[in-house]
């Protein structure tokens, strides 16, 4: 039994289905991605002014 969704799973191992892992996995990947892009939207502004300085 799936300890997310309720439904009955025939899983080999205790935790949540297939569907729910799939489910958690691609919300944990966007807010990695989300993450990454606000660490490295400083960089983008940044570099203009390094450009501009090296001129
Ligand atoms: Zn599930």
Do not use: I, Y
């Not at 799939?22 to 450009?51: C, G, I, S, W, Y």
């Amino acid at each position: 039994m799936c300890p997310r969704c309720a439904s009955q799973v025939a899983e080999r191992f205790f935790g949540p289905c297939e569907s729910c892992r799939k489910e958690l996995a691609a919300a944990f990947t966007k807010e990695a991605v989300d993450v990454e892009v606000a660490r490295f939207e400083p960089v983008m502004h940044v570099t203009p002014n390094q450009v501009a300085t090296k001129d």
